[in-house]
């Protein structure tokens, strides 16, 4: 799964509890997209990026939010009721993988994460 010329995870400067995280997960390395996006990602760069089903882009996304949100409660002011993350995920087949992938990265550290599913309703009719 991991591609072989990726730099390792502790290269990347991730918080110690995440870094637990994953090696409890058994990921030796990052995927390609993981080591592409968790850098940018973790300067603040905002991106789009696209990778084949089952390449590790929820930990993609996720490792870097995790870490941004871990330093921010360590360093910013408390504001515990604010939505500091947000995932958005097209339909509700995705909904639970992403949301049970991230729950696995967040295990060794004290962020709470929550579901929410969107109305059924349909979108209101605009009449012109
Ligand atoms: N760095 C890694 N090393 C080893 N395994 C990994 C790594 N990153 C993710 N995985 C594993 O690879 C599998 C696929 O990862 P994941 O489901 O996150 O990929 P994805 O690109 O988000 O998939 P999808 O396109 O279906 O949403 C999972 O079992 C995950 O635990």
Known sequence: ????EALGFEHMGLDPR?????????WSRPTLIQEKAIPLALEGKDLLARARTGSGKTAAYAIPMLQLLLHRK?????????????????????????????????????LRSFKHRGEKRRPTRVLS
């Open 1 to 4: 799964m991991a591609d072989t």
């Open 18 to 26: 995440l870094l637990q995280a994953v090696t409890d997960l058994g």
């Open 74 to 110: 360590a360093t910013g002011p408390a504001v515990e009721q604010a939505v500091r993350g947000l995932v958005l995920v097209p339909t509700k087949k995705r909904k639970k993988p992403s949301s049970r992938k991230v729950k696995k990265a967040k295990t060794q550290n004290p």
